[in-house]
């Protein structure tokens, strides 16, 4: 779906039509959000259980916080496909789906999950379950996504052995063992990877940096374009100083210990963990795709249970009131929004008014009060109050 892509909700008491009927207050509502502002869809929620006002107050809020956490997860499991399809916008937007629609047409045809969320449960116990439910799909996707990271990491790691420079790969099938000592009781072999650069200190210098060094026994097993192995053998009593004094110079000392079979072993290794990598990326993919769409259900089944809380705040009873859906672009929203406040600002009361120009206003003296009235305490939100119920999202 375009990120270009703006949604509001919109909820408007029934009087807003003469006859005072669901399907002429739509048309109403259509008439002014006008086609050239964005397309208006009913958006159908249910009547739930009503509580007394002070637990309506607590749920709005609860409400509030729970939207921003849907939204906050479902970013969340965009980032990890985002990272498991490695940034390719075309692929990640294949996955983006809801029930294997597109989230416009879910959107467009939304309705209440009567199996998932029964209506006839009370809403406290509702928000408990979307809460319970959102928190249970971000703790999935991350677990999986980790473990896959993990995986992936330690992929990488056995993959930098076998193909990085001779500072870092593996040596298992470069060292021959004949040339290491290995049953010596006084001497030992040191594998030690020298810049290219430093070739020529090395050999002039690796006999004199510590004591007992064995001379002239520096061998080159082999090279490439940064480094070459040399082994250098010294006696195991001063064996610690050398590697030292390898590492103040900037030689690489390489920990070598030869095991039969090991080329082998390694070659399995990396192979096991490239086919569990394999796996995981695809249970992650899979688990990626079904909790974005879940998450993203969650939250519009959050935001539908937030207006209908907000509509009953608002309006009062009986519940006559009408929902829409106004699909439409940031730049529009505006002007949609405008032309609302302009049709409906008189469900405000005396929070609004009209400059000398026409213009809508805001009384914010007179807000904070209507607003303490309706059961938010202290006027909090004030400065996105409007006239009527909206709430504006986007989900990229």
């Not at 309706?374 to 409007?386: L, N, P, T, V």
């Amino acid at each position: 779906m375009s990120s270009q892509t703006r949604y509001l909700v919109v909820s408007l008491p029934t009087s807003i039509s003469p006859s005072n009927q669901r399907d002429e207050a739509l048309t109403a509502l259509r008439a002014t959000v006008t086609s050239d502002l964005g397309t208006v869809y009913p958006f159908n929620i249910p009547e739930f259980k009503i509580g007394t006002l002070d637990a309506l107050v607590q749920q709005a809020d609860d409400l509030a916080k729970l939207e921003s956490a849907c939204d906050g997860v479902v970013s969340h499991v965009e980032d990890s496909l985002r990272t498991i399809l490695e940034g390719n916008e075309e692929k990640i937007a294949q996955q983006k789906t809801v029930n294997d629609r597109p989230v416009d047409q879910y959107l467009r045809t939304f309705t209440w999950n009567k199996v998932k969320y029964r209506a006839d449960k009370p809403i406290a116990e509702l928000i408990d379950t979307l809460q319970k439910e959102v928190a249970s799909i971000d703790n999935d996707v991350k677990a999986k996504f980790n473990q896959y990271s993990q995986v992936k990491t330690n992929l990488a790691a056995l993959q930098r052995k076998q193909t990085g420079n001779l500072a870092t790969r593996s040596l298992t099938p470069l060292v021959d063992p004949s040339v290491l000592i290995q049953d010596s009781e006084y001497l030992e072999t040191h594998l030690i990877a020298v810049p290219g650069s430093m070739v020529k200190d090395f050999l002039r210098s690796y006999e004199t940096i510590s004591p007992m060094v064995v001379p002239r026994s520096a061998a080159k097993l082999t090279s490439d374009d940064e480094f070459t192995l040399y082994a250098v053998t010294t006696f195991k009593k001063h064996g610690a100083e050398f590697v030292h004094k390898c590492r103040e110079r900037k030689w690489t000392p390489r920990e070598y210990h030869h095991v039969e079979g090991g080329k082998e072993e390694e070659q399995k290794e990396v192979e096991r963990v490239g086919q569990e990598e394999r796996k995981l990326w695809g249970e992650a993919l899979r688990l990626g795709r079904t909790g974005w769409g879940e998450s993203v259900m969650a939250w519009i089944h959050v935001l539908a249970l937030r207006v209908f809380v907000e509509t009953v705040l608002r309006y009062g009873l009986p519940l006559e009131f009408v929902c829409g859906l106004v699909q439409t672009t940031p730049k529009l929203a505006k002007k949609a929004r405008y032309s609302l406040d302009s049709a409906y600002s008189y469900l405000g009361g005396n929070a609004f008014g009209r400059d000398k120009k026409g213009r809508v206003t805001k009384d914010d003296s007179a807000m904070s009060n209507d607003l303490m009235a309706a059961g938010h305490a202290g006027g909090e939100g004030a400065g996105d109050y409007s006239a009527y119920v909206c709430y504006e999202f986007q989900i990229d």
